[in-house]
């Protein structure tokens, strides 16, 4: 494709459809996925740590004090342990909007990260009593809390929109990678003696912040947050680094110039309805609509029952023989991390929709086996009934790690209009906290009242979840942030007939695609294939119900695969 493109573009790394991607878009998408590894780092790490002999005799319930043997941890109690980290990241994501929209989306990570530090200090000092323990966990929350609504946000604005896709997924693929890492170091350091087997594997969490904040100082701030503040020149910069465009061709590239006129027609275009809390709750533009479905989308990645696997891994294990829950946990992380890599390649190849609606339906199946195995036979005393409920976590797990787990993400990123942004995505991931602690909270409950038949709860969510998706999410694949937001907005457009539609000029997005191609090539080529620069009216009368027109290039709404 090389010898079409001109060598304006000399810095690109690659090109998709003539679009170019420079080395820094991959660069950032993995510094800013950090954040998801802090995540996952945390949420994996307590588990194991419940069961260390030192951590037990220091804060559980002991009978013989000093004998771990007779230590154990109340339901509440440890229920609270685990779920305090949930409340903190609860309060975190909302608070990580006015931050991220205040402070830029680097800023506000670096000051998260500086917030997680500080909950890791006052975890690794505490000595005897567990509400100390208990509060660091919650005030690290509030650090990874902030980060989950910051680094989707900024991914999904800063990334080349061909691979925004890939590029915002590599935040749950971070999550899973964290979780593993944290089970490999318990293993390690399980057997030390004396404290320093717990504070061992909570100290290690100060390197990860620590590379994020380093890092993401290097990376540049979102075009989208720089152009709304008026900072359109470091705006263009920012864009023609994440494409990979040299600095001294910046002002004459014709693909970076339709670039920043999309974006600064949108922030201009939205601007003049200034944003607050209550706008996301406002039916007008499909705002409220788009709230509602990220924050029940975001609800769903919970209540499919990912959490329960990975709570309730150790018992089924232990049925076939592997007595070690560690090893269980290991197996667990392994089968959930390896699988979220075909997650990146699924949500890019085919779209957002189709892979959600399976997925469902995928995992609902599996659990309904899980449970009606776990309930007509007792694992622990058949060994193929428990092999089979092995094979059913596991498969529900590869089904979620490709669908579900990085698809939510992704969405978060790409569905909402820029002046609400923030907040919107912060509703939503709030949302995915608050069942987050009601799942770890309840859980032990429940599981004690109804045992497998939990299964059957979260398989009926998944068909649920399926049934959403289906009916009111639209496809946003392949198109800018800004045609994602056109596409909302215009009333001939239905969810379930989304993924043929196009923005205004175009016939299709396969149409769209070569338009990007032919602005590679520094020209632009009709629908027809002559030779031709077309630039567009696109009227917000027709779309958004304002009676404003706004320029755009006809490849300016560039996008991903």
């Keep these: 494709m090389g010898h079409h493109l001109s060598s304006s573009h000399s810095m690109a790394l690659f090109y998709m459809h003539g679009m170019p991607v420079g080395y820094v878009a991959i660069l950032l998408a993995l510094v800013a996925s950090m954040g998801g590894f ?8 307590i588990s194991d740590i419940l069961l260390m002999d030192d951590f037990l005799v220091r804060f559980a319930t002991c009978s013989t004090p000093g004998v771990a043997s007779t230590c154990h941890f109340s339901t509440a109690r440890a229920g609270l342990i685990v779920s305090l980290l949930s409340i903190g990241t609860l309060v975190g994501a909302l608070l990580g909007a006015p931050i991220a929209d205040f402070l830029g989306r680097r800023y506000a990570m670096v000051v998260e990260c500086i917030l997680f530090i500080i909950g890791v200090i006052i975890q690794i ?45 590599t935040y749950q693929l971070f999550i899973t990678f964290g979780i593993l890492v944290a089970y490999c170091i318990s293993i390690g350091t399980r057997h030390m003696p004396g404290a320093g087997s717990w504070r061992t594997v909570v100290g290690i ?41 040299p600095r001294d061709q910046e002002n004459s590239d014709p693909f970076l110039n339709a670039k920043v006129e999309e974006v600064s027609t949108s922030i201009e275009h939205e601007r003049r309805i200034c944003a607050g809390w209550i706008d996301c709750f406002r039916p007008k533009h499909k705002t409220l609509y788009r709230t509602l479905l990220g924050m029940t989308l975001q609800s769903f990645q919970q209540l499919t029952g990912a959490n329960y696997f990975f709570y309730y891994g150790a018992t089924i294990f232990q049925s076939v023989g592997i007595e070690d829950s560690f090893i269980t946990q290991i197996i667990l992380g392994a089968v959930n991390f390896g699988c979220t890599f075909g997650g990146l390649y699924v949500m890019q190849r085919f779209g957002r929709r189709l892979p959600l609606i399976i997925g469902g339906i995928w995992q609902s199946c599996w659990l309904f086996v899980f449970a009606a195995a776990g309930t007509a036979k007792t694992p622990q005393n058949n060994p193929g009934i428990g092999k089979l409920m092995i094979v059913s976590a596991c498969m529900f797990i590869l089904g979620f790690s490709t669908t579900w787990a990085p698809g939510i993400w992704i969405l978060i990123g790409e569905t909402f209009p820029t002046r609400t942004r923030a907040k919107q995505g912060a509703l939503s991931t709030a949302s995915n906290w608050l069942w987050n602690f009601l799942i770890a909270f309840f859980t032990p409950f429940i599981v004690f009242s109804i045992d497998f038949r939990y299964g059957f709860v979260f398989a009926a969510c998944n068909l649920v979840g399926a049934v959403i998706v289906f009916f009111f999410l639209y496809e946003s694949s392949d198109l800018s942030l800004e045609g994602v937001d056109l596409m909302y907005n215009d ?41 031709e620069s077309r630039i567009e009216k696109v009227d917000y009368g027709d779309a958004n119900g304002i009676g404003t027109s706004a320029t755009s290039t006809a490849f300016s709404s560039e996008d991903e695969h």
């Design 205 to 245: 969490g100060f390197i990860w912040p620590f590379i994020l904040m380093c890092g993401i100082i290097f990376m540049p701030e979102s075009p989208r947050w720089l152009a709304s503040h008026g900072r359109l020149k470091e705006a263009r910069h920012s864009l023609a680094r994440s494409h990979g465009i």
């Design 38 to 45: 802090i995540f996952g780092y945390d949420t994996g790490q």
């Design 125 to 169: 000092t505490a000595t005897n009593a567990w509400q100390q323990f208990g509060m660091g966990r919650w005030v690290s929350g509030l650090g990874v809390g902030a980060l989950s609504a910051a680094v989707p946000m900024y991914q999904a604005e800063t990334a080349p929109a061909r691979l925004r896709g890939t590029l915002t997924a």
């Design 491 to 531: 009333p001939k457009c239905r969810p379930w007939t989304s993924r043929q539609w196009a923005p205004p000029g175009y016939r299709s997005r396969y149409d769209l695609a070569q338009q990007n191609k032919a602005a590679g090539a520094n020209k632009v080529v009709g629908p027809s294939g002559a030779d």
